[in-house]
């Protein structure tokens, strides 16, 4: 079965840091775009960005462009995202995410905490 196994998260200081990958199991990962999105703590979902199965084409929210990267290695099946000048409203649990005929799968997130 389709299985997003996200890992990476932790807690950096301010202007800090960290690289987030997903591992993706049960599906052909490399023909499914895929996407980060995010929750903080007592808000809604928050769309972080998209890549598309080749990894050529990404989108990103416009709040956080510049700062983050999407990327994906498909002959390991593996999504990142790349966060860098990290701000106390990064805080949030990040979630991989995929949609496979209509049906959206989710991982379980990882914590990013961004404090001093």
């Known amino acids: 079965q389709v299985q997003l196994v996200e890992s990476g998260g932790g807690l950096v200081q301010p202007g800090g840091s960290l690289r987030l990958s997903c591992a993706a199991s049960?599906?052909?990962?490399?023909?499914?775009?895929m996407a980060w999105v995010r929750q903080a703590p007592g808000k809604g979902l928050e769309w972080v960005a998209d890549?598309?199965?080749?990894?050529?084409?990404?989108y990103y929210a416009d709040s956080l462009k510049g700062r983050f990267t999407i990327s994906r290695d498909n002959t390991k099946n593996t999504l990142n995202l790349q966060m860098n000048s990290l701000k106390p409203e990064d805080t949030a649990v990040y979630y991989c995410?995929?949609?496979?005929?209509?049906?959206?799968?989710w991982g379980q997130g990882t914590q990013v905490t961004v404090s001093s």
């Open positions: 995410k995929t949609q496979i005929w209509g049906i959206d799968y």
């Open positions: 049960g599906f052909t990962f490399g023909s499914y775009s």
């Open positions: 890549i598309d199965g080749g990894g050529t084409r990404t």
